[in-house]
């Protein structure tokens, strides 16, 4: 009996010290800055000096600047995700016919996930540029040249890029779900006379869910990832359309208020958990996620 209490006891160590880097990985770099995010929401004043409790929560939710960038930002999202699942979803299709030339365009596809953004948005903008070649082709059939990044434009301009960039990957991920479909469920619906589209509805659709939620998150996730293209094409203070709150961020983080920048932290944090938590509700609803 102590021989099989020593063993359990020197088991449960090893467990213990095998997982105690990355315990103490995540106690340094995610536990203690989120609570010192959190406390600074709280404070205010060099190093949280003075305890103002939701007072800076108030002020921040009642600035123009930051419903600015929290409307563009679910703006982006509502548009940009459903936008790209539609197109990614088409293409997976298309590609699992696996006509001529299949194999080369989806290295077509791929090809934005291996060039750099910045590389990226240097093509772009020389092709935007008040003098660039979309505004000589403008001009050419005698409308005026259009300053892209510097009006409502700016904001279907990330909306492609997104799309463009980030559209290879999950069309991967797509034709691998729709690939993991049997094609004998497919044979039978059409031996009892499905036609495509209740194939699509009735065995595509329902077998699909896991990887359409799994590209979801993905999509969401890469949708804040766009705040890259957002700086370097626009800047720190770019046109209001393509304001994100990852430019009140930075721009607090310059100003050194870091307690509106906690503010924003933490009420990105929040929405991004409800976002996921919602998803992950419709994923796990009945056992399987829900389109």
């Known amino acids: 009996m102590n021989k099989h209490s020593r063993w359990k006891r020197r088991q449960a160590l090893t467990g213990y010290a ?10 340094i770099f995610f536990a203690l800055p989120f609570g010192l995010t959190f406390w600074y929401s709280l404070t205010f004043g060099p190093g949280g000096q003075t305890f103002v409790g939701l007072d800076n929560y108030t002020y921040v939710l009642s600035t123009r600047s ?7 930002t679910l703006r982006f999202l509502g548009l940009g995700v459903p936008l790209i699942l539609v197109v990614s979803m088409l293409l997976a299709l298309a ?5 001529a030339g299949t194999r080369l365009f989806r290295n077509v596809l ?15 903008d020389v092709f935007l540029a008040e003098q660039g070649a979309l505004n000589a082709v403008l001009e050419a059939v005698g409308l005026s040249p259009v300053r892209w990044m510097e009006s409502p434009a700016a904001f279907w301009v990330l909306m492609a890029l997104y799309v463009w960039k980030n559209c290879g990957y999950n069309v991967i991920l797509l034709l691998a779900g729709l690939n993991m479909i049997p ?14 589209r209740q194939v699509f509805w009735r065995i595509t659709a329902p077998l699909m869910r896991p990887t359409v939620f799994f590209v979801l998150v993905i999509s969401v996730i890469n949708a804040f990832k766009s705040y890259r293209e957002a700086f ?6 770019p046109h209001t359309s393509v304001y994100f709150l990852q430019h009140y961020l930075n721009n607090n983080f310059n100003n050194m208020t870091y307690s509106r ?4 932290a933490i009420l990105l944090f929040t929405g991004m958990m409800v976002l996921v938590a919602v998803l992950y509700r419709m994923q796990s609803e009945d056992g399987e996620a829900v389109l």
């Open 232 to 237: 370097l094409l626009g800047g720190e203070h």
């Open 18 to 27: 095998l997982a105690a880097p990355v315990l103490l990985g995540t106690l």
């Open 66 to 72: 930051f419903r600015l960038a929290a409307g563009n």
């Open 95 to 99: 590609l699992q016919k696996k006509f």
């Open 261 to 264: 920048l906690s503010v924003a």
């Open 110 to 124: 791929l090809f934005p996930m291996v060039v750099p953004v910045a590389g990226i948005v240097m093509v772009v």
């Open 183 to 196: 094609e004998e469920l497919y044979q039978c619906a059409r031996l009892e006379g499905a036609n495509e």
